[in-house]
């Protein structure tokens, strides 16, 4: 969902016809999302289940606790490091999907901070090609290059990545389980690309808002940042810990080549 600002009406009927796209998509070609609640059933008592999120330490009970995920596509940007500094004051963990080409590349000490302070760094391809539109090896190289970029600057490659416009198939999730990655789409979106208008970006997610909910916002528009820190305020004034897609999957684990996203209330 990495657009250039050229008119919100024009915007919000791309969304629509892509939000369209996308369950044609999911419905057509026999890939079956997954829920939160579903990845942590299906944990069991096993190996799965041993109080790690993702190979880390869990902080939180999503079972017990109302959680949300905040998550950041296609970048890092110019404004991804005040956003890092807002997210430390508030003790918050976020997901970011960053993009290769013009972000990863451009912001390499950008992208070591964001594993450094603790937050899941994951992939959102390299130059936001929709997947779907893509032969296997075009597939393959959009997201082995962002493996590889994120593994020379944090020392370890993401286990998530989401697809462009969250366009998946069946394609893309063999290529995806071949390369250890996850698929993690979203329930709750501000379609910030579409204004810089940071009270209504915050009024969108608050409206939908909802437990073990994914929220998609972009830290390279500029009414997003700004728009953060009263979401998380009031967010947390409702009763919902943050956490990151790891965390909100736990005790289950993001299993390679699955398809992970919430349903709304």
């Known amino acids: 969902m990495f657009r250039s600002r050229s008119g919100r009406g024009r915007a919000v009927t791309i969304t629509l016809l892509a939000a369209v796209s996308l369950m044609l998509t999911l419905s057509g070609c026999g890939v079956d999302p997954l829920t939160p609640q579903e990845a942590r059933a299906e944990a069991g008592t096993g ?27 296609a970048g890092p940007g110019e404004g991804t490091p005040h956003l890092l500094d807002v997210l430390k004051e508030k003790q918050v963990p976020a997901t970011f999907f960053l993009l290769g080409s013009k972000h ?13 302070e603790g937050h899941e760094v994951a992939n959102h391809t390299w130059s936001h090609r929709i997947l779907t539109d893509l032969d296997e090896s075009e597939v393959r190289e959009e997201l082995s290059r962002t493996q590889d970029a994120i593994e020379k600057i944090t020392g370890r490659k993401p286990t998530l990545m989401r697809p462009p416009q969250g366009r998946t198939d069946g394609t893309v999730s063999d290529v995806s389980r071949e390369l250890g990655l996850a698929q993690v789409l979203w329930s709750i979106t501000a379609k910030d690309y579409s204004t810089t208008d940071s009270a209504l970006i915050r009024q969108r997610v608050l409206e939908n808002a909802h437990r073990d909910g994914i929220i998609l916002l972009h830290d390279i528009y500029d009414g997003t940042v700004p728009a953060v820190p009263s979401i998380i ?4 004034r409702r009763g919902f810990t943050f956490v990151t897609v790891p965390e909100l999957l736990a005790p289950g684990k993001a299993e390679p080549g699955e398809v992970y996203r919430p349903e709304k209330d």
Do not use: H, N, S, W
């Open 47 to 73: 190996d799965k289940a041993d109080g790690k999120a993702g190979g880390a330490a869990r902080r939180v009970d999503c079972t017990k606790v109302k959680c949300i995920a905040l998550t950041f596509d």
């Open 104 to 116: 990863v590349d451009r912001y390499p000490e950008v992208v070591r901070r964001i594993a450094d």
């Open 233 to 236: 305020d009031e967010l947390k």
